[in-house]
Structures are given as structure tokens and as C-alpha cells.
């Protein structure tokens, strides 16, 4: 089986730096997304990692550590609209299984 | 880019009764889809696997004679709640793996009460 965790729920400053970690214990390890979703809807995708190293896009940067089996999701110049949860989510398998972490919901406070 | 509809987004129905979700895949042909259920303030739960032309894989724990997959064709799969109860009142979102650089395309979700 798989264990994905996240912490349940964070509160960030608006303008300010959060870092989401994600650690999970699997095998057959294909690649890491990290999802933004809004109540809902279904799943926006922020980022990939299937390397250990740094992924950077605008505002958004995803970590990954398959040794350690971790990752962070960071995210820069905090908006209110960021306010969200966020969903680790693991690619394992020949079918390419996509399950996710428990998420965390983000609370972007003035 | 890619896209997934799915319907209906919400649909209340009585104890008892059977509810079928569709998930399409309107420009590309999903070999594979996935169903996820999700409750208030949680994640999303893979329920099964489905293949197109085969069974689904269900994962441990989801009974597969109440939920009913097929997936008959390489744009369509369906999800058929049966004899549905409050319990299994819960937000069902189906998931296509693409040649895309996204990997995933999802649909929008069903909202199901049951009452």
C-alpha cells in the first residue's frame, strides 16, 4: 500500500512564503504532481517531479527527494485567491495509478 | 488541450435507486480512467481503475458490485451507484490519463445526495 501525508490545514500571510510538505512510502514510484483544488472542483495541476531537484514556475516550486520520500510545494507572493487546498499526489505502477495525499487546505489571511 | 465532461455535475436521488455518472473524453481516447470519490474537507479517494474493453480494478475496500464500472468505449466510462444510500452521498470525480504535458485531465465532478 501507500502513505501519503500532508498537514491538514495551514494560515499564511498574504504576500508571504508558505512550504507545503508531502512525505510518502510506495513502490513502484512513477513521478509526484502537486494539485490546487478549489471546493468543489476537480483538481488544477501546479507541478511534476519525477527527478530529485527543484521544478520552479512563476509563483509555484516543487521539491523532490526519492530517497527521502518527500516533497514540498512552495508557494511565493501569497495571494488571497490562493487560499485553496493542496493535493500531493503519487504516480505509481504499469497503469499509472494517480493517489493522493490526505491534502491541506491553505488560508491566506490578510 | 485536453478535455473530460462529465454529467451530471450534481443529482439528488431516493435510497434505493441506482444513479449512472458519465465521464467522456471529447479529443482524445482514454484507455484508462479513474474514479475518485471525495467527502467534505478530504482528499480524493481512488476508487477504481477502469480499462477500456476489460474489468475495472477496484481498490481495497470499494465493493464492486455497488459500483459499477464500464468502460466500453475509448471516450467513454461510466460509474453506476447502486441501491445508493445517504452514506455513499459524496462528490464522485472521474480522471483520464493523457499524452499531454499535464499527465492527468479531469473531469468537473458529480455532487450525488442521497435522501
Known amino acids: 500500500g501507500q502513505n501519503i501525508d500532508q498537514p491538514t490545514e495551514m494560515t499564511a500571510t498574504e504576500g508571504a512564503i508558505v512550504q507545503i510538505n508531502c512525505t510518502y512510502q510506495?513502490?513502484?514510484?512513477?513521478?509526484l504532481f502537486w494539485y490546487q483544488q478549489h471546493a468543489g472542483e476537480a483538481p488544477t495541476f501546479l507541478s511534476y517531479n519525477v527527478l530529485d531537484g527543484l521544478e520552479e514556475k512563476g509563483r509555484f516550486s516543487s521539491f523532490l527527494s526519492r530517497s527521502k520520500g518527500y516533497s514540498y510545494l512552495l508557494l511565493k507572493e501569497l495571494q488571497m485567491k490562493d487560499s485553496a487546498s493542496y493535493l500531493c499526489a503519487l504516480m505509481t505502477g504499469t497503469a499509472s495509478k494517480l493517489t493522493f495525499g490526505t491534502g491541506t487546505r491553505l488560508q491566506v489571511t490578510l | 488541450g485536453a478535455v473530460v465532461s462529465q454529467h451530471p455535475s450534481r443529482v439528488i436521488c431516493k435510497s434505493g435507486t441506482s444513479v449512472k455518472i458519465e465521464c467522456r473524453s471529447l479529443d482524445f481516447q482514454a484507455t484508462t480512467m479513474f474514479w475518485y470519490r471525495q467527502f467534505p474537507k478530504k482528499s480524493l479517494m481512488l476508487m477504481a481503475t477502469?480499462?477500456?474493453?476489460?474489468?475495472?480494478?477496484?481498490e481495497q475496500g470499494v465493493e464492486k458490485d455497488k459500483f459499477l464500472i464500464n468502460h466500453a468505449s475509448l471516450t467513454l466510462s461510466t460509474l453506476t451507484v447502486t441501491s445508493a444510500h445517504p452514506e455513499d452521498s459524496s462528490f464522485y470525480i472521474c480522471?483520464?490519463?493523457?499524452?499531454?504535458?499535464?499527465?492527468?485531465?479531469f473531469g468537473s465532478g458529480t455532487r450525488l445526495t442521497v435522501v
Open positions: 477502469s480499462n477500456e474493453g476489460s474489468k475495472a480494478t477496484y
Open positions: 480522471s483520464a490519463r493523457d499524452r499531454g504535458v499535464y499527465g492527468y485531465t
Open positions: 510506495t513502490s513502484g514510484f512513477n513521478g
